[in-house]
């Protein structure tokens, strides 16, 4: 029985070779179980992916997990985007069912990592405003902007994912309508674009009605967008935390962000750590290290720029 006594003893090398050996006794062609997973061309075993893990969890900087794991950075980068990559098939198993809280929230484009002579606006420093008369800086949502697509459910089944740049609309809601249970009723608070995404796929719909002369925050049936409004928070948080998330790598962080907070709904503090493990070992890395930081950008910020 695989276990985490049994998992304690074993390297993923030493997986690797037993797997092997045992499938070259049946078949002319080895396929590895660990091949396009979170073990792969790795040489870090149970206790170190662990130690990693609960520096995730808590939200430790790379710094940090470089201490607790005896790692270089480096390595640490790549673990944090396999665990993360791993983690995201997890989340998007389950579809969003009952009473659905949704919601935009948008953030600005982060090119963090990518070179200065690579960029198609001119480089920002941190912590100061930095524009040329060909790329000023916009104020308000527009099309400089990341739009995130945010839906929470009953049973705390979330949606956190890129919708686009600018402003939301039916279409960036339309590209997740596969994620949505066909009963499901649409809590908002009365925007045109989710309406219409609503009345497009016959949801049924509960909105938060403006009041005169004083605020409203729930609907009709007492529904309200707290806990959409709270993701949101905790994401722009994370933000900062990590001074500023790449355009490149933001849905990673965005899944992490999900996963993290509904492991705090379902799973003892003591218990989180192996259980995204053993949940990270069925996960699927469709990746190798060397292309983590060339990964395809969401939005056409080339063309954006250019514009």
Request: glycine letters at 4%; aromatic letters at 10%; a positive charge.
């Amino acid at each position: 029985m695989i276990n985490e006594t049994f998992l304690s003893h074993l390297k993923p090398v030493e997986l690797e070779f037993i797997q092997a050996f045992i499938y070259k006794l049946t078949s002319d062609k080895i396929t590895l179980d660990t091949t396009n997973t979170i073990f792969s061309h790795t040489r870090s075993h149970y206790h170190t992916w662990t130690t990693f893990i609960a520096c995730e969890l808590n939200q430790m900087t790379l710094e940090q997990e470089v201490v607790a794991t005896g790692k270089s950075k480096t390595t640490c980068f790549h673990m944090r985007h396999k665990l993360y990559a791993a983690i995201g098939a997890h989340i998007r198993n389950t579809p969003l069912k009952g009473i659905v809280k949704i919601d935009s929230t948008f953030t600005g484009i982060n090119l963090k990592g990518m070179k200065a002579k690579n960029m198609p606006r001119i480089s920002k420093v941190r912590g100061k405003s930095k524009t040329d008369a060909n790329h000023k800086h916009k104020r308000g949502i527009n099309s400089h902007k990341v739009c995130i697509v945010t839906a929470i459910d009953e049973w705390d089944t979330m949606l956190f994912e890129i919708a686009g740049n600018g402003a939301e609309s039916t279409e960036k809601y339309q590209k997740y309508v596969e994620r949505f249970d066909k009963d499901c009723t649409i809590v908002s608070d009365g925007k045109q674009a989710i309406l219409e995404f609503a009345s497009n796929n016959q949801f049924q719909k509960d909105t938060i009605q403006p009041k005169p002369n004083q605020k409203n925050y729930t609907s009709r049936n007492g529904n309200s967008l707290g806990e959409v409004n709270q993701l949101h928070q905790e994401f722009k948080q994370m933000i900062k935390h990590y001074h500023g998330v790449s355009i490149r790598h933001l849905q990673h962080y965005l899944d992490w962000l999900v996963f993290r907070k509904q492991m705090k709904y379902q799973i003892k503090a003591e218990a989180r750590k192996t259980k995204a493990y053993m949940l990270a070992m069925k996960g699927t890395v469709p990746f190798v290290t060397k292309d983590i930081c060339s990964f395809e950008l969401p939005i056409d910020v080339f063309t954006l720029y250019q514009n």
